[in-house]
C-alpha cells in the first residue's frame, strides 16, 4: 500500500533562537541571494509574520511576496526584516 507523503514546512523545525541562527548562517553561506531570501522568509513565518510587519512597517503580503520563490526582496526590506528578527548581519575576510 503507497504512503501518503505530507508537505514539509521548515519554518515548523524553527522553534528557538540556535536552530534559526544555523538555519540562517547555512543560508548566508552558500553566497545564493535567492536562497537567502527565501530562508529569510522562512524565518519571518516561523516567529509570526503579522509581528514581522508591524516591527518593519511593512504589509503581511509586500513580505510574502518579497521572500516567496520568486521575491526579489530590496536590501533595505531584507535589513529591516532581520533586524525585526534579531539577526544580524557581519563580515569576515575569506582566507
Same mark, same amino acid.
Given at each position: +500500500?503507497?504512503?501518503?507523503?505530507?508537505?514539509?514546512?521548515?519554518?515548523?523545525?524553527? $522553534?528557538?533562537?540556535?536552530? !534559526?541562527?544555523?538555519? %540562517?548562517?547555512?543560508?548566508?553561506?552558500?553566497?545564493?541571494?535567492?536562497?537567502?531570501?527565501?530562508?529569510?522568509? !522562512?524565518?519571518?513565518?516561523?516567529?509570526? +509574520?503579522?509581528? !514581522?510587519?508591524?516591527?518593519?512597517?511593512?504589509?503581511?503580503?509586500?513580505?510574502?511576496?518579497?521572500?516567496?520563490?520568486?521575491?526579489?526582496?530590496?536590501?533595505?526590506?531584507?535589513?529591516? $526584516? %532581520?533586524?525585526?528578527?534579531? !539577526?544580524?548581519?557581519?563580515?569576515? $575576510?575569506?582566507?
Amino acid at each position: +500500500m503507497a504512503e501518503k507523503l505530507t508537505t514539509y514546512d521548515p519554518a515548523a523545525a524553527l $522553534v528557538d533562537s540556535e536552530e !534559526i541562527a544555523f538555519f %540562517m548562517a547555512d543560508a548566508l553561506e552558500t553566497g545564493d541571494a535567492a536562497y537567502i531570501a527565501k530562508a529569510l522568509g !522562512i524565518v519571518a513565518r516561523a516567529k509570526g +509574520m503579522t509581528q !514581522i510587519a508591524k516591527d518593519t512597517g511593512l504589509s503581511r503580503e509586500q513580505l510574502y511576496r518579497s521572500f516567496s520563490e520568486t521575491g526579489n526582496p530590496t536590501l533595505k526590506t531584507t535589513l529591516a $526584516v %532581520m533586524r525585526a528578527l534579531g !539577526i544580524d548581519l557581519t563580515a569576515k $575576510v575569506h582566507a
